[in-house]
């Protein structure tokens, strides 16, 4: 490249760069995730929990149909589902940004507590599942709920497989 291809490089390359700043400036705002369309939470008051030594209690709310046998830990399912915190704060849905739809995902990709407290579930049942900090996230260092109860109002709408 000779001297005088320079400024026009220089000036290309400065253009370019801008319009990388303004695309990934313009237009960007953070929004919270949409709860509105997560239930209330299952009513517990008068259900006695199946509770673990290790502390998981499970509420069974409404029971299920055995359409293709109860959950496994191995099996991919549909679920609705709502976590909130002791506060009662909602941290995460299947309701997210108002989407009514249940979402799939394998039992083998979640916490320890989520999972345990799931198996057994029967297409149709609703559970609340309150998971302690040790069987949620409190074995990963430095995660944000590490230290958290986690309350798992969950719908089991159909085993896949």
């Known amino acids: 490249m000779t001297s005088k291809h320079y400024p026009i490089f220089i000036l290309t390359a400065l253009l370019l760069l801008s319009g990388l700043f303004t695309a990934c400036s313009d237009g960007f705002t953070f929004r919270p ?19 673990t030594p290790e502390g998981l209690a499970i509420y069974l709310v409404q029971p299920g149909e055995a359409y293709l046998g109860p959950v496994t830990e191995r099996d991919r399912v549909l679920v609705r589902y709502t976590l909130r915190l002791d506060d009662g704060t909602i941290e995460d849905s299947s309701y997210r940004d108002r989407n009514p739809d249940p ?4 039992l083998g990709d979640v916490i320890r507590g989520f999972r345990e407290g799931m198996v057994g579930m029967l297409e149709g049942e609703k559970r609340v599942i309150i998971v302690p900090p040790l069987l949620g996230y409190g074995n990963q260092p430095g ?3 590490g230290s958290q109860v986690l309350r798992y109002d969950v719908e089991l709408v159909a085993i896949i497989d």
């Open 143 to 145: 995660h944000r709920l």
């Open 33 to 51: 995730p949409d709860f509105s369309l997560a239930p209330e939470p299952y009513d517990i008051s008068n259900i006695t929990p199946v509770t």
């Open 103 to 106: 979402v799939q995902f394998s």
